[in-house]
DNA sequence: TTGTACGCGTTATCAT
DNA sequence: ATGATAACGCGTACAA
């Protein structure tokens, strides 16, 4: 046992004290010093004596070591393999890492980020060859998903935000786009209105297709299917813009876009055709961000609680790596649609 | 040497072949395996025949063994520790992160990403305590700032987003916020402006300072400084619409806001207040982000290349890892007044 | 309850 | 040019 003053002089701030070290400070051995640590039997007197010394020294285990003589680093993986264009002009890839980093920060050492930069095969190889991570949080947009497949074949911890059907062993995170989206496409009808559009979203993705079942579902329910209503968008303005154009001269009396980001676009081209939201034309959108409420008139859309999918599925992950038995954990959060003037204002409105 | 079929039956594609397997199945030492990935002298037969071994297991080395034993990890840290809001209502973060991620796609192994969950001392510590990063790219936005401090303060490879004056010899991508609001603000006076308000951002933070200066500077040599026309912001919209609503009030013909999202709050007050841009008052802003355009009248701001900051920042920080010696180094990239009609249009407009 | 000793997979320093 | 062998710092059987 060693003063404070002396421990001082000895490591300074520079160097990083080892458990070793610690050890011989404490008068005991390695394995105990470890033991406080790590929660193993060690007696009160003893817990107390090493514990003083590791406060002064503000101790950090070596996650190097700790990983080579355990497999455990308490860093995770975050993977958000999109294109860079998808994953910085909307918002929802922000908030649901805020989501996920606000439970993480509490939860666990670290965060490893992982960008569309390389290859999906690239990253998984990557992901699986550093043998560092505990476990990987990972958006699962698309319906074909080499990186997907590959976590689920491998046994490695992972948690999805948003699945594909036959994720049959996945635990994931994810809302019921089928039924928001037929929910909202309901309330168009229930308006009066008949000649609704769809503008999808990037048709390989299962967001896109789920919002599009969902859509084609109430329309069928109605009697009111056609095809020349739907417009494969890609999820941004530019498309809503150009999707909408065709679908103001199909003489749609409304259109639901698959996100909020496409139905600015279609504002952008029912506004340059000359036609009123939504006295000729109403607009739905999907995700609810705060651009919606902005708008003129404000947009009628689903609210999906982005930031606490993030939230649920970091937590998610920290329950499967304390305990990674049971079968796969499923988290299907609810949706909410949020009626505004875009499609209630005007003289039509109900 | 061993055929690849019997290969494949060892390991098949669970368990990671390890430096010893590899160097049993090419008939050499460990040591030489190790030689031949890492560019030590081998003979160039048994590098070929290593090579070859490499290939068919597709070997990746062990993060945490080779951490522990030469202390690189090839990953490096990513910090950007701000209030949430301001991280991700905003896309000058996100245009950073996109440049960094795709340069140290390609020159590392890895990005731990650090946001503002946790106070600046403990990620500090947290940072530094695991002993796992090669180096970090950091923000350096506030005045005060003892994350940055630390970091000075130890020898861990850095480089910082910005600079306080008194980071001597830090690493460092910036621009020079004087120099490019000095400009902006004479692009006003030249217009014939002269009561010509600045809406600052964070008091707390460099870069608003810096504008802030530059604003005084250029307002100082035309004989037009008046305290009366600041007023201080926080970089978004609402802080924007706050200010402006004030400086209305006391009849500027001229508004410099120190970010793009300030701006758009200036035209909503301006357009409440039933002024016109830029017959009654001019707006300027400073990023050059993608609604810069897309505002009516479209904005005049400073284009800064947010994204090739990151870039910079990270192919800074992977020279200083190859090479370690030599003095700090510094980049300062150039900004572009790009002027457009919430200066120039209307009925004043030169 | 506590200590000893080995192993994790690599790099690096020696000999050879 | 190559091969032993010793670290690196930690966890953990096993022995005491």
Do not use: K
């Given at each position: 046992m060693v003063a404070l003053s002396q421990l001082q002089i000895?490591?300074?701030?520079?160097?990083?004290?080892?458990?070793d070290e610690l050890a011989a400070l404490s008068g005991v051995s390695r394995a105990t010093v470890?033991?406080?640590?790590?929660?193993?039997?060690?007696?009160?007197?003893?817990?107390?004596?090493?514990?003083?010394?590791?406060?002064?020294?503000n101790y950090r285990p070596n996650v190097a070591a700790r990983v080579l003589a355990s497999g455990r680093s308490g860093i995770v993986g975050v993977v958000f393999h999109l294109e860079p264009r998808?994953?910085?002009?909307d918002p929802y890839f922000s908030l649901l890492l805020h989501g996920v980093a606000e439970v993480l920060a509490q939860e666990t050492a670290g965060m490893m980020l992982w960008l569309g930069n390389r290859t999906k095969q690239e990253t998984l190889d990557r992901i699986l060859g550093l043998r560092l991570l505990d476990g990987v949080i990972v958006t699962a947009d698309h319906l074909e998903d080499p990186l997907v497949d590959g976590l689920m074949a491998s046994d490695f911890p992972t948690v999805l935000v948003g699945h594909r059907r036959e994720d049959l062993t996945a635990n994931y995170v994810d809302v019921d786009n089928i039924q928001a989206a037929d929910v909202v496409t309901t309330h168009l009808i229930n308006l009066g209105r008949?000649?609704?559009g769809h503008i999808t979203g990037t048709r390989s993705t299962v967001t896109a297709e789920d919002r599009l079942t969902g859509y084609l579902r109430a329309m069928k329910r109605a009697g009111l299917t056609d095809e020349d209503l739907i417009a494969d968008g890609d999820f941004n303005r530019e498309s809503g813009r150009e999707c909408a154009e065709v679908l103001?001269?199909?003489?749609?009396?409304a259109i639901f876009c698959a996100n909020d980001a496409t139905a600015v676009g279609a504002y952008d081209a029912i506004r340059a055709a000359g036609r009123r939201i939504p006295d000729d034309i109403a607009v739905a959108g999907f995700d609810d961000l705060d651009l919606a409420l902005d708008l003129d008139p404000p947009l009628t859309t689903t609210r999906q609680y982005i930031e606490?999918?993030?939230?649920?599925?970091?937590?998610?992950l920290c329950q499967i790596l304390a305990d990674p038995e049971g079968s796969p954990r499923r988290s299907l959060l609810p949706t909410e649609l949020v009626i505004r003037q875009s499609t209630t204002g005007g003289a039509l409105g109900s």
């Open positions: 000895i490591w300074g701030c520079v160097l990083a004290p080892t458990l470890s033991r406080v640590i790590n929660g193993g039997p060690v007696a009160e007197a003893t817990r107390r004596r090493v514990i003083a010394v590791l406060e002064q020294t998808l994953l910085f002009r008949r000649r609704i103001v001269d199909r003489e749609v009396d606490r999918q993030g939230e649920e599925a970091a937590r998610m």
